[in-house]
Structures are given as C-alpha cells and as structure tokens.
C-alpha cells in the first residue's frame, strides 16, 4: 500500500507540474508572438523539459538513496548519451547566443516544430539522474545491463 501511494503521488506531481509548464509555455508563446520576443519562450522550454526528464527519474532515484550507499556516475552513459542529448536540446538557445552556423542546426529545424528539441532534454534530463549508480553495482562490471 506504501508503494503504491508513492507511485501514484509521484505521478500526481509530475501530472500537475508537466500541466502547469505546458500552460505556462504557451503563454509564453503567446506573449513572445505579442511583443515579438522568443528569448523567454526558448530559455523556459530548453530548460523544463531537462527537468521534466529529471523529475521522471526522481522517483526511483529517492528509493535507491534509501539504501545509504555511495554513488559514483556512469560516465559512458553521460558521454554517449548525455551529452548528445543536452546538445540537440539546447540548439535553439545556443542559436540566440551564437547564431545559426551550428551543427545539426538545419537538421533540427528542418523537423518543423522544437519537439525533436524537447524530446532531447527530457532524455538528458533522465540520463542525467539515472547515470548515478552505487558503487555497490560495480561489481558487474563486464555484463552488459
């Protein structure tokens, strides 16, 4: 029963907060079509979705600090899949910043709307905590998980 009211809770909140940055999102968008600004919109959606990725992952990463072990960080997961994924998310901010000669840049426009964008920062957002591991598990080192 303690297991599943913190599961459901733990979809509540994530339910609620991915509906309030949604809402708020398009207000944004509505205000930077307004006053002819997109910096907020871009900067608000690079980074709510990295943490929406990240709240994905809260949850687990609460019951695996119950244990009371120490953590070290699978660096491979964060090369391989980390880093690509913070650099498609942050395209169209980096784009503001250092203009458009980016690479992938047209790849990642070219999909249209930012969604390929925020996909991305949901996966670093979840990668980010989920790289986090116990020194416990090391021990399997060789096997492929």
Same mark, same amino acid.
């Given at each position: ?24 999102? #398009?207000?944004?968008?509505?205000? =930077? ?18 943490? #929406? ?83 416990? =598990? ?8």
């Amino acid at each position: 029963m303690k297991r599943f009211l913190f599961i459901f809770l733990s979809t509540v909140i994530v339910g609620g907060v991915f509906y309030m940055g949604m809402e708020y999102q #398009m207000r944004l968008r509505e205000r =930077s079509a307004i006053v002819f600004d997109i910096k907020p919109y871009i900067i608000f959606a690079s980074i709510f979705f990295i943490l #929406m990725g990240m709240l994905l992952r809260l949850p687990k990463l609460i019951i695996e600090i119950k244990d009371k072990k120490r953590w070290s960080i699978d660096w491979v997961k964060v090369l391989v899949i980390g880093i690509p994924s913070i650099y498609i998310a942050m395209i169209p901010l980096m784009a503001i910043v250092y203009g458009k000669n980016l690479l992938f840049f047209n790849e990642v426009m070219l999909l249209g709307d930012f969604s390929f964008t925020y996909i991305a920062g949901v996966i670093f957002g979840f990668v980010l905590l989920d790289s986090l591991k116990s020194n416990d =598990s090391s021990n399997d080192k060789g096997k492929l998980a």
